[in-house]
């Protein structure tokens, strides 16, 4: 059963980079069939799309955050990586990873298909 | 600025029928924005019901479907339970690889 895992610090500073990993287990973040991305949702509020990369290292950027969003597979550790630079407040949110499949007209899935479980960063100084 | 739009808020009784929708702030909703849908209870990661439009992921009753409605997507709801009380939301693929989320819509169940 796949699972994913985020992991980061808790609180950042303003004006700092808020950094957090996504570990994958029961699966290979190297698979050719998926895209793998962030998703964020700031407390009481909607969820916001991130960016998402594949892991040849393709990346896809909200156009909103693209400026400060750096997102990264690391193949040899399982596991993808977020960036996000000059944090305020307004990015204080629950951080979620996800695991999208590369659609296919065999399954005609494009979705987010698994999430992990969530991570809450506070920008606070 | 592309703008997902959702029902802020819903009601429905028990047993009752409803449908939530996900539209665009310019422009009409249709397959080619592969419109999903994510249920999403207080404290938990979202659970994805309906991929693609119209096809339930694994494991959701047959009682939640996905359609496009006029000019948006939208999620219907029939034989509601008190379980059913949480937030729906949907999103949309822009192309490029772009996502786009509704606000999401709280639902009530009373």
């Known amino acids: 059963q796949l699972q994913l895992q985020e992991s980061g610090p808790g609180l950042v500073k303003p004006s700092e980079t808020l950094s957090l990993t996504c570990t994958v287990s029961?699966?290979?973040?190297?698979?050719?069939?998926?895209?793998w991305g962030w998703v964020r949702q700031p407390p009481g509020r909607g969820l916001e799309w991130i960016g998402s990369?594949?892991?040849?290292?393709?990346?896809y950027y909200n156009p909103s955050l693209k400026s400060r969003v750096t997102i990264f597979v690391e193949t040899s550790k399982n596991h993808f990586s977020l960036k996000l630079s000059s944090v305020t407040a307004a990015d204080t949110a629950v951080y979620y990873c996800?695991?999208?499949?590369?659609?296919?007209?065999?399954?005609?899935?494009?979705?987010?298909?698994?999430w992990g479980q969530g991570t809450l960063v506070t920008v606070s100084s | 600025q592309t703008v997902v739009t959702q029902e802020a808020s819903f009601s429905v009784s028990p047993g009752g029928t409803v449908t939530l929708t996900c539209g665009l702030s310019?422009?009409?909703?249709?397959?080619?924005?592969?419109p999903s849908w994510y249920q999403q209870t207080p404290g938990q990661a979202p659970r994805t019901l309906i991929y693609?439009?119209?096809n339930r992921s694994s494991g959701v009753p047959d009682r939640f479907s996905g359609s496009i409605l006029g000019n948006k997507a939208a999620l219907t709801i029939t034989g509601a339970q008190a379980d059913d009380e949480c937030d729906y939301h949907c999103?949309?693929?822009?192309?490029?690889?772009?996502?786009?989320f509704g606000g999401g819509t709280k639902l009530t169940v009373l």
């Open positions: 990369t594949y892991y040849s290292g393709s990346t």
């Open positions: 029961g699966g290979s973040i190297s698979s050719s069939s998926y895209y």
């Open positions: 310019s422009g009409s909703v249709s397959t080619t924005h592969y």
């Open positions: 693609t439009t119209n």
């Open positions: 999103v949309l693929y822009m192309g490029s690889g772009i996502w786009v």
């Open positions: 996800a695991r999208l499949p590369l659609y296919s007209t065999l399954t005609g899935y494009l979705a987010f298909e698994y």
